[in-house]
């Protein structure tokens, strides 16, 4: 079996399956936010009653992160729904973004996007923080009211986005019936080469098979190319499985895993013991491909989907209006470091946000020291327009006061996933989806570069 297909087994109580069958599984995790939390707790409630409990109270965790930093009242009223269900139920994992329980949510926007409006336990969004606060565990299931849920297949989880109706159904069950996907398999081989990282490779699979290429499939990466991927490389090949229409993505774990959950799990005293899943050699494959990391080059995915590639050194022509840099795929630690390494010393030619993840990155980009300075201030300096709101912003678009959300049509660079038309706004505008390195470049010269003009690496 391939490693979904053990993982599902497992969880459903069998020796084997097969791709094709309908089976029902024990979640371990169920996430929400705040755009289908309040759905999930509706259908909740509607179906097991109005006094009913949740299956698990540790085993959901719910984290407000899409529409927070904004005087929309509806939006802010969906976080209090969140808190009332989280205090009635007595919910561990609730990360609030203000630290009153008996509280309500309101952005003040006369204090600006710019400086921080939310308390100690807020997390961010939610795909990053499940990491960094010790909610992944290999081997385990993990469904979430996201499509970016996918992204904890870093970890060697079988993690899928569901409906709020199949979220209310886990949320009373802790059960779901899942049709067992065929796997696509991603032979990795080789390193990457300096100026390339993680986002080019998905950028160039998704090339390679189109943006419904893994319509219901799995996407498992294996081969001795993953041994050189950090594990933000692996969130960020996971998070877009789905931007190739599949189920999930997955990688194996090994020690790069275990040390990053063992750490998180120590820190944040969650739930200890998990069983990893390991690669069999019997594993059938609906197809499989290799890929040589060490020829890779800097990759856009050109408006209007995540599988319209191109070569960022082919398209020095396209001139653009904006870049972005932030979401669970390429707002991370390293992705605003690899970042700064382009903007150092430089001055952006364009509009330029930057979205921290999560308050963490917030957090060391400010302890993180180069020449004597911090990294924020270099960004800063650089002209990037940083916010400490850390959260989804702009890559969904989101309400029309959303820091960075194109309310006129643009042409932006963004190291955000997705690039359907009006997906960061405007329906009108156009979105290139590239890496971090490629991002800094473009704001640069205000056109699509490659980074490798500015890390002196021969392109
Ligand atoms: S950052 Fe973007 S892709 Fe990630 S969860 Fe938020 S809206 Fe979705």
Known sequence: MTLTEKILARASGRTHVAPGDNIWVNADVLLTHDVCGPGTIGVFKREFGQAAKVWAKDRIVIIPDHYIFTA???SNRNVDILR????????????????????????DAAQGQFKKQYGKNFAGVCHTAMAERGHVRPGEILFGTDSHTCMGGAFNMFATGIGNTDAGFVMGTGKLLVKVPETMRFYLEGALAPGVMAKDVILHVIGMIGFDGATYRAMQYEGPGVASLTIDDRMTIANMAIEAGAKN???????????????????????????????????KFVYDAKVDLSALEPTVAMHPNPGNRALAKELGNVELDRAYVGSCTGGKLSDFLAFAEIVQGHTVKIDTFGVPATPHVVDELKATQWDGKSVWTILEDAGVQMTENASCAACLGGPVDTFGRMNKPLK?????????????????SQVFLASPYTVAASALTGRITDPREYLAVAA
């Open 84 to 107: 009332e269900f989280s205090r009635e139920q007595g919910l561990p994992y609730f990360y609030d973004v203000i630290d009153d329980p008996n509280g309500a949510w309101q952005f």
């Open 72 to 74: 929309d009242s509806m």
């Open 249 to 283: 993505g997955i990688f194996p774990a090994d020690k790069i895993t275990f040390d990053y959950v063992d750490a998180r799990i120590a820190a944040n005293g969650t739930r200890k013991g998990y069983t990893p899943t390991e690669i069999d050699a019997d594993q």
């Open 412 to 428: 932006c660079i963004s190291a955000t996933n997705r690039n359907f038309p009006g997906r960061m706004g405007h329906k009108d």
